[in-house]
């Protein structure tokens, strides 16, 4: 059975869209799951679109359609102020219509978030990540403690989902532990995924 996984992320500086195609490899582990890999456009302060159709360079942007057709869905954005930004919250809120008709209800989800200081906020954004994907009825997927990662790591990596430091220029390397971690993350997404829709 063929099993997709939507790896849904923005990304200014690069981080996330880093962590989004290490989550993308840990789905592909897993036989019968593949990653479908997606981003969106910038807003501006008004909410309009800024950008061309199609982007010049990386993932394609998401449609509605993507969230419908894929199994289940991984989030990635970077943390504003201790949040998700703003281009992934306005995409969010255009899935009215896939809310009204429960059409994610069911789905596994997990979340994913980089900034740029250790205390910065990252799981008061990877929570409030989880919020509307729990008003469509998404089932949360975590990272548990038996990836000794979580453990291990000195920088970023939480139960709640992979994480990364940045540092305060937003170009510090990920650590191999936040790798492991992106990785194990989209591995047990699509394993549940599976499981779900067997
Ligand atoms: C408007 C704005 C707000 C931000 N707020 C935070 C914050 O609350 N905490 C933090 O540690 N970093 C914050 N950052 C830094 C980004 O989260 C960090 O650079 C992140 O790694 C960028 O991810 P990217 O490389 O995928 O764009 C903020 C950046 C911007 C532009």
Not at 3 to 22: P, T
Not at 143 to 162: H, K, N, W
Not at 168 to 189: F, M, N, W, Y
Request: proline share 7%; hydrophobic share 40%.
């Amino acid at each position: 059975m063929s099993c997709e996984i939507l790896v849904l992320y923005y990304s200014r500086h690069g981080a996330v869209r880093q962590m989004a195609q290490l989550v993308a490899r840990g789905v592909g582990e897993v036989a019968g799951a593949t990653a479908r890999v997606r981003t969106v456009p910038e807003v501006t302060s008004v909410t309009e679109a800024r950008a061309p159709a199609v982007p010049d360079a990386g993932a394609p942007y998401a449609e509605l359609k993507d969230l419908v057709e894929c199994r289940g869905l991984a989030l990635g954005s970077p943390t504003r102020f201790g949040n998700m930004a703003a281009p992934l919250k306005a995409f969010l809120d255009s899935t009215s219509e896939l809310w009204l008709k429960g059409a994610l209800a069911g789905k596994p989800a997990a979340v994913f978030t980089s900034t740029s200081t250790m205390h910065g906020g990252q799981e008061t954004t990877l929570i409030t990540m989880m919020l509307p994907l729990l008003h469509h009825g998404m089932v949360i997927v975590g990272l548990p403690y038996t990836q000794p990662e979580l453990s291990l790591t000195t920088a970023g990596g939480t139960p709640y989902g992979p994480s990364h430091t940045a540092g305060t220029a937003s170009d510090a390397p990920l650590s191999d532990h936040e790798k492991k971690l992106c990785i194990a993350q989209g591995h047990r997404l699509a394993e549940i995924a599976l499981k779900l829709a067997a």
